[in-house]
């Protein structure tokens, strides 16, 4: 038995090994072809890498007469890619070595780029020097927009293109539970929608953390507009606010998935009524779901007052091994040729060969009438878009890393109790003093973590552990509470 036991072992690990074996052979022949060769660390999707490797080896050939290999390196999204790097820059400076073998980190959000460049692993990029007239207040690329930064003053990375969070949702659903459509973060929160939402975790991606982030700022904004309060008093509440309506629309939720494709394909297939969705993704799928009469089954909108435009940034990895090719790839990444990828119709003049990629372009001058009109996205205006609110680092930039954690605790580990709650509330019609006990933030207020919590965020990963499950304990009891309040209200009122 033990040897019949180890043949079928030796056999499942010879089925695992075999195609990465024949992965490692497949590449090293072509990259042994190629004249030049360039690594790129990705998150990106295979239709992108595709498009823009192709479309850069054309470039490269026709303007140098060489060849390129280009071995992309996809590990998953940026939280992934974040390990990867830090692995990497770790064992470099245990063994005297500069770079990781790798060249370039193409895709993802701001905050990830910042926090490599803060860790010195990327250089300053040559495009700012040979391509001036690109950027500034009168060129194609802005330092800032919507308050989100485009480049930063030491030019260490660049964007590409811009990305939205927005809403997507099945209006065949919506119109059976009776819901109006949403136009705001806001209507998320309604309890009818109840067991219906998809969402996204934030621990495992930047760009969701970040839309958490927006969906938070944007009540406090809204809070120092609209309040006669001092300041401070304006910003706890709108903190607040803005934790109670994350709250609401993770106990609308049917789950949190590590997938940004799910969403959009599980709304438009019916099987979810809305969800928290990309800009790319929710028009790629708003494409391709459409019912046999040609209704759209899946609507991607951006929140009024709800978003703003990131960057989508490009940087050369310190102590790169094409050093030259890499500052020539960010270079062609920034021309029209290489915008124009981006969203324009497959098969257009220098639109994509397969797929619509969907994303919209940095450069300002690429919304014109003729490109306009050979892109999927026609009706484009992103920088004229009325959806988009200005955002201020101050108010919650800080506690970025904290308010992921804090979605993690009070709504992902604590899901369960969170939604059966919920229900409670809702059937016993959101009696006043339950639901304030299931809303209550005054362990995680604006005061104590507004500008991250210190624990936290810390460096000691067990006092953080420990941390953390104090706040989850304190949510989960609130939530058993609120229930048994919720419950005995809807006793009472049936006798």
Known sequence: MKARAWIIFGLLALIIALPMAL???????????????????????????????????????????????????????????????????????????????????????????????????????????????????????????????????????????????????????????????????????DPRYAGTLALADPTKSGSVARAFELLVQSEMQHALTASGAVRAEAMENGWTAGLQLVQRLAANSRYFTDSASKIPLDVGQGNASAGMCIDFYGRSFAETLVSKSGQPRLVWIAPVGGTTLSGDPIAVLKGADSPQVAQSFVEFCLSREAQNLWFGKPGSPQGPKYRALHRTPIRRDLYTPENLANSTMPEARPYEDPANFTYQRDLTGASFNTLRQLVKIMCIDSHEEMKSAWLALRDAGMPADALAVFADMSLVSYAKAGKGDPILDGPDALKAADRASQIGKWFRDNYRQAEAMARAKSTTTTR
């Open 23 to 189: 992965r490692r052979q497949t590449a090293t022949s072509a990259s042994r072809k190629a004249d030049d060769r360039l690594v790129i660390l990705s998150p990106h999707n295979e239709s992108i890498r595709q498009e823009f490797g192709e479309a850069f080896a054309t470039h490269w050939k026709k303007t140098t007469g060489r060849s390129i290999y280009i071995d992309w390196r996809t590990p998953g999204g940026t939280s992934e890619i974040r390990m990867v790097l830090d692995a990497g820059f770790k064992a470099a400076e245990e063994t005297g070595r500069e770079g990781i073998g790798v060249d370039l980190f193409f895709g993802g959000g701001e905050p990830d780029f910042a926090s490599q460049a803060k860790k010195g692993r990327l250089v300053p990029l040559r495009v700012f020097e040979t391509e001036p007239q690109l950027f500034g207040e009168q060129g194609a690329v802005s330092e800032t927009f919507t308050g989100e930064r485009y480049y930063p003053p030491d030019h260490v990375w660049v964007g590409t293109c811009m990305s939205q969070f927005g809403i997507c949702y099945n209006p065949d659903v919506l119109k059976r539970l009776a819901i109006p459509h949403p136009t705001r973060w806001a209507d998320l929160g």
